[in-house]
T-cell receptor, first 115, second 116 residues
Framework: AAGVIQSPRHLIKEKRETATLKCYPI?????VYWYQQGPGQDPQFLIS???????DKGSIPDRFSAQQFSDYHSELNMSSLELGDSALYFC??????????????FGPGTRLTVL | AQKITQTQPGMFVQEKEAVTLDCTYD???????LFWYKQPSSGEMIFLIY??????QNATEGRYSLNFQKARKSANLVISASQLGDSAMYFC?????????????FGTGTRLTIIP
């Protein structure tokens, strides 16, 4: 079965550089979520999109922006990178079916290291 | 605000034994969903089991079952007949709707190690 695809899997950047993370949800899934997991931490919600519109926003820094495109893939753009941005960034997708479990399927993550 | 509490930072269990991972939650909502995810050392997050707040039966998925005690606001994960491959980080998570596509709020996780 198709899974969530994230690219790149690993990324190394210098401070103050920019980074773009890409996410390709499972086909037919209409909602995309971005989470950030720092070392030894639990995943923290950043932002989500439903049918290409932003649906919720969490603790996402102003330096970060995201969007979902017409083909449903999503990109997380990160500027002026800081050391504290080093983390595993997950994209997840789900299909909204009313009062069903609508579980989120996670991609393998992008490990971002800021030097 | 939602809060998920996992009080066991780490657990060691003998292979083939059953193990219970604790999770308590705090919410004023009546409708919510509870999830468990497994994160092996490779990093991916794997969905294990789901319990809706109005489900009267405890959820089961193969060797995984969820001991749901609504009045106590607990949703403990039970793994029967543990295997070496069960060694991983386990996260309890909550969604503040029964269905829907809201975000998940995670607990701090429990690192489970299965001893041969």
């Amino acid at each position: 079965a198709a899974g969530v695809i994230q690219s790149p899997r690993h990324l190394i950047k210098e401070k103050r550089e920019t980074a773009t993370l890409k996410c390709y949800p499972i086909p037919r899934h209409d909602t995309v979520y971005w989470y950030q997991q720092g070392p030894g931490q639990d995943p923290q919600f950043l932002i989500s999109f439903y049918e290409k519109m932003q649906s919720d926003k969490g603790s996402i820094p102003d330096r970060f922006s995201a969007q979902q495109f017409s083909d449903y893939h999503s990109e997380l753009n990160m500027s002026s990178l800081e050391l504290g941005d080093s983390a595993l960034y997950f994209c997840a997708s789900s299909y909204f079916e009313g009062l069903a479990r609508n579980e989120q399927f996670f991609g393998p993550g992008t490990r971002l290291t800021v030097l | 605000a939602q809060k998920i509490t996992q009080t066991q930072p780490g657990m060691f269990v003998q292979e083939k034994e059953a193990v219970t991972l604790d999770c308590t939650y705090d919410t004023s909502d009546q409708s919510y969903g509870l999830f468990w995810y497994k994160q092996p050392s490779s990093g991916e997050m794997i969905f294990l089991i789901y319990q809706g707040s109005y489900d009267e039966q405890n959820a089961t998925e193969g060797r995984y079952s969820l001991n749901f005690q609504k009045a106590r606001k607990s949703a403990n994960l039970v793994i029967s007949a543990s295997q070496l491959g069960d060694s991983a980080m386990y996260f309890c998570a909550m969604r503040d709707s029964l269905g829907g596509n809201e975000k998940l709020t995670f607990g701090t996780g429990t690192r489970l190690t299965i001893i041969p």
